[in-house]
């Protein structure tokens, strides 16, 4: 079985801290794509890492893909209430063909004013 | 701006009902899904499509059919509801990009079967 195992299941942080979370796998990915998705709503597309190694910038996140294509990693600088939500890693084991995007469970994401 | 709308935000269904969920996406994609979403389960692909009148079984299919008669529509149905089906459920599309292209999200669908 294939998962994406993100930690931690729930974060709740006072505004102005920085945070990181985790998504991890034993599987090899092309790519990993990072989403939020705030209560009621489908998830929006945040940033898709494609290259071992690569560091993209988002305003205050900061995402990483793990060298060995396995994990990746998002960091929130000085978190604002507006950050609150779900964040979901998602990708395409590169053995699947493409089409068999899986989802992590999500970590969810509390900024206290 | 591109746009998946779903037909239904909040649904309530009896145990044994037939139930229609529809997906509408205005991007001209050639591929669509529907997942459903369970607090620590994640995502779960149900059923995609690649083009018109053509599906695959997703990982968790059973139960469930999906019918793609036009490019724009994808419909997920329930041929018999049952009270394990009670879930959000999320449609997707995306363009022939392979890996990397960008799956868009409708709204969802929070379906409760009694």
């Known amino acids: 079985t294939q998962l994406l195992e993100q930690s931690p299941q729930f974060l709740s942080i006072q505004e102005g801290e920085n945070l990181t979370v985790y998504c991890n796998s034993s599987s090899v990915f092309s790519s990993l794509q990072w989403y939020r998705q705030e209560p009621g709503e489908g998830p929006v597309l945040l940033v898709t890492?494609?290259?071992?190694?690569e560091v993209k910038k988002l305003k205050r996140l900061t995402f990483q893909f793990g060298d060995a294509r396995k994990d990746s990693s998002l960091h929130i600088t000085a978190a604002q209430p507006g950050d609150t939500g779900l964040y979901l890693c998602a990708g395409a084991p590169f053995n699947t063909g493409g089409f068999k995007t899986i989802f992590g469970a999500g970590t969810r994401l509390f900024v206290k004013a | 701006d591109v746009k998946v709308t779903q037909s239904s935000r909040y649904l309530v269904k009896r145990t044994g009902e037939k139930v229609f969920l529809e997906c509408v996406q205005d991007?001209?994609?050639?591929?669509m899904f529907w997942y459903r979403q369970d607090p620590g389960l994640g995502l779960r692909l149900i059923y995609f499509s690649y083009d018109v009148k053509m599906k695959e079984k997703g990982d968790i299919p059973e139960g469930y059919s999906v019918s793609r008669e036009k490019k724009e529509r994808f419909s997920l149905i329930l041929e018999s509801a049952s009270t394990n089906q009670t879930s959000m459920y999320l449609c997707a599309s995306s363009g022939r990009g392979g890996y990397t292209d960008t799956q868009y999200f409708g709204p969802g669908t929070r379906l409760t079967v009694l």
């Open positions: 991007m001209d994609h050639e591929n």
């Open positions: 890492v494609v290259t071992g190694g």
